[in-house]
């Protein structure tokens, strides 16, 4: 079984895999506002416009790309509260 160790960032809203700390370190995405908003990311998939899959990629010491995926969560919108509560069901 591999054991992983993680580094923590940003207060403890950011954790990241030892491993890969420098790639993270090297790009400026040691912060949550700067992982959640990093714009090099291309989505992979998009369901609901408040979920939100997205990838990007690293290079290591070697210049060989690391693909890292991203899932983004917004809080959904009222009328899908409030949508159940309308159908009696």
Known sequence: MTNFE???FDSGHLVINQQHVSLFRAA???TFDAMYN????EVKKQLL???VTSYFLLSDEDR???KFYLKRHTPSPWKEYIKPLLRFR
């Open 6 to 8: 993680f580094e923590t």
């Open 28 to 30: 400026g995405l040691t």
């Open 38 to 41: 990093y714009e090099e990311a």
């Open 49 to 51: 416009k408040e979920r």
């Open 64 to 66: 060989q790309p690391i």
